[in-house]
């Protein structure tokens, strides 16, 4: 289930179970997506990216989905691992830019 | 092929020295932008440096300066430490003008400590 922690939201998650991380963007002009993932003691690490005239976009084990009216941004990730525990953060910017804005992250925890 | 590498990786400093935090970008790149991450929270925009100008700011002071060399590879200083300024410093390396899709490669970072 879902908790907030001292300081990011954690989601837990079985290993094998699919997982979803939601986040909130403010800028409407952003029009570029991007989902990090940060291990400790390491720098964000780039998952999957979505433009603004899509709507949802797949990866490995990933799929971004973008709803530009509510502004709400979610990273699904199929059959979860332990690899990947990590916290994750979505950003956004204007597309060429590469001035991002980073939402608050989302600690996932994948219980073997 | 290295990535972005940043040194040194951890600095204690004592309130109102300043620090140097250098940031060697990844191979084929030109573009240098840092950020803040404090304990918790997501990284901050700081500023970006291509062909060694500062092009873009957040909203950081003054105390916040950098440098690019003709290498690409470039330098956060901060003066005046503040304990608020202990976090982690990230480095991101791009190509500007390089394919659409170019991404930002981010360094491990420089965990910064100020007591």
């Known amino acids: 289930g879902e908790s907030v922690g001292l300081h990011l939201p954690t989601l837990s998650v079985q290993e094998g179970d699919n997982s979803i991380i939601n986040c909130a963007y403010s800028?409407?002009?952003?029009?570029?997506f991007i989902w990090y993932k940060q291990e400790s003691g390491k720098g964000p690490q780039f998952i999957i990216d979505?433009?603004?005239?899509?709507d949802k976009r797949q990866g490995q084990r990933v799929t971004v989905l973008l709803n530009k009216t509510v502004k709400h941004l979610s990273l699904q990730i199929a059959a979860t691992q332990p690899g990947d525990s990590a916290v994750y953060f979505c950003?956004?910017?204007?597309?060429?830019?590469?001035?991002?804005?980073f939402g608050k992250g989302n600690q996932v925890v994948v219980i073997p | 092929d290295a990535g972005v590498t940043q040194s040194p990786t951890h600095l204690i400093k004592t309130r109102g020295q300043q620090v140097t935090l250098r940031c060697s970008p990844k191979?084929?790149?030109?573009?240098v932008s840092w950020y803040q991450q404090a304990l918790g929270q997501g990284p901050q925009f700081i500023f970006q440096?291509?062909?060694?100008?500062?092009?873009q700011r957040g909203n950081f002071p003054d105390r916040f300066s950098g440098h690019q060399f003709p290498n690409y590879s470039s330098e956060l200083n901060v003066n005046a430490l503040l304990l608020g300024d202990s976090a982690l410093y990230l480095c991101?390396?791009?190509?500007?003008?390089?394919?659409?899709?170019?991404?930002?490669?981010f360094g491990s970072g420089t965990q910064l400590s100020v007591l």
């Open positions: 991101a390396s791009s190509l500007r003008g390089g394919p659409a899709n170019e991404k930002l490669f």
């Open positions: 800028n409407s002009a952003s029009d570029y």
């Open positions: 979505i433009r603004s005239n899509m």
């Open positions: 950003a956004e910017c204007v597309y060429g830019n590469n001035r991002l804005a």
């Open positions: 191979s084929g790149h030109d573009t």
């Open positions: 440096y291509y062909e060694e100008e500062e092009r």
